[in-house]
Nanobody, 122 residues
Framework: QVLVVESGGGSVQPGGSLRLSCEVH????????VGWYRQTPGKQREFVAS???????DYADSVNGRFAIFRDNDKYTAYLQMNRLKPEDTAVYYC????????????????WGQGTQVTVSS
């Protein structure tokens, strides 16, 4: 019913940059908060960043100062600009949406998209 499509991942060297995109379909995008998450094998999904309909943002301590989340409501898309990437940023990155910030911060969703792979290595 609600479809999110992540894209923009790839392989980069440490210190490099990537911009991820999250296209949202079948949802009243403008009124909802968007969250980015990441997951590595054997680990639970980790909250990375969020942006509300009022453009308030929040970041995990591990990425604060390096990543930036923003949105273009006309394109039904949220972005994650990742700078100064580190090997520990390597993960599959996912996005999701919800009306409540608490849901976004806790990552409590019934379904997820396919994600996009980010690999940071020399």
């Amino acid at each position: 019913q609600v479809l999110v499509v992540e894209s923009g991942g790839g392989s980069v060297q440490p210190g490099g940059s990537l911009r991820l995109s999250c296209e949202v379909h079948g949802y009243f995008f403008q009124a909802y908060t968007v969250g980015w998450y990441r997951q590595t094998p054997g680990k639970q999904r980790e909250f990375v960043a969020s942006i509300t309909d009022k453009l308030d943002t929040d970041y995990a301590d591990s990425v604060n100062g390096r990543f930036a989340i923003f949105r273009d409501n006309d394109k039904y898309t949220a972005y994650l600009q990742m700078n100064r990437l580190k090997p520990e940023d390597t993960a599959v990155y996912y996005c999701n949406v919800d009306h409540y910030l608490t849901t976004i911060k806790l990552g409590r969703f019934s379904s997820w998209g396919q994600g996009t792979q980010v690999t940071v290595s020399s």
